[in-house]
Nanobody, 122 residues
């Protein structure tokens, strides 16, 4: 499975961005769990949001009510709508996927990862 992220960029505080992740090259069933993670300079990578194939979503406390994860299963795309961005949201954002339910996975267990897309908030 190849994951390709897009949509990152530079934005002023309070602005919005929508990240996209395209899943390609899988055979059989599409990945069940899709997730967005981020890593800021000098910090460990952290989970931002995950979504199962049935639409069940989970969010980090720091982004609840501000970010929304969604899936377009017909086109195998997963999105992260980010509103009211803060400088602390500055990070490289990664898309990840796995065959199992999100609730069964730790970050290290996600099988597939994208290359990342940079988000800078000033």
């Amino acid at each position: 499975v190849q994951l390709v992220e897009s949509g990152g960029g530079s934005v002023q505080a309070g602005g919005s961005l929508r990240l996209s992740c395209a899943a390609r090259g899988y055979t059989g069933h599409r990945p069940y769990c899709m997730g967005w993670f981020r890593q800021a300079p000098g910090k460990e990578r952290e989970e931002v949001a995950t979504i199962d194939d049935d639409g069940s979503a989970s969010y980090a406390d720091s982004v609840k009510g501000l970010f929304t994860i969604s899936r377009d299963k017909a086109n195998d795309n997963t999105y992260l709508q980010m509103n009211a961005l803060k400088p602390t949201d500055t990070a490289m954002y990664y898309c990840a996927a796995d065959r199992y339910m999100c609730s069964m996975l730790t970050e290290a267990q996600f099988e597939y990862w994208g290359q990342g897309t940079q988000v800078t908030v000033s």
